[in-house]
């Protein structure tokens, strides 16, 4: 329109655009992993639909792991995921077993992949969480 005047978009900081470039990674790496698992969750592909190269993501996080160690974190942040042990929810004895066996069996295929270096990392990692 003739005569109309924008305001120039103020430019972003360096931190604000690398905080900026992180949540735009963690928010796409949290729809990868909960989509294809994290073993199927492609980092490259992460990055590419966020928007942005690999080296990015790289620059930010120090492989897929360290991304979805971010996506938990910022999910219990954000209070959208709870980590309470099964045992101290109020839950009536069967459930609590139930939850206790998946957790068991989820945590043992963890430890069964005795020398992945990968799930050694998520082991080692898993008490920092």
Do not use: C, W
Request: charge should be positive; proline fraction near 4%; avoid cysteine.
């Amino acid at each position: 329109m003739p005569g109309t005047i924008t305001k120039p978009r103020r430019r972003l900081t360096r931190e604000e655009s690398r905080a900026q470039t992180r949540a735009t990674q963690i928010a796409i790496g949290s729809e990868h992993f909960l989509r294809y698992g994290l073993g199927g969750a492609v980092a490259e592909k992460i990055a590419e639909d966020a928007g942005y190269s690999r080296g990015a993501l790289y620059s930010n996080f120090d492989g897929k792991e360290d991304l979805f160690f971010a996506v938990i974190r910022e999910g219990r942040n954000a209070g959208r995921m709870s980590f309470t042990p099964f045992s101290k929810k109020n839950l009536r004895p069967k459930q609590r077993r139930a939850g206790e066996r998946r957790l068991k069996h989820h945590s043992s295929g963890l430890a069964g992949a005795a020398g992945n270096p990968v799930a050694s990392r998520l082991r080692t990692r898993q008490a920092t969480i």
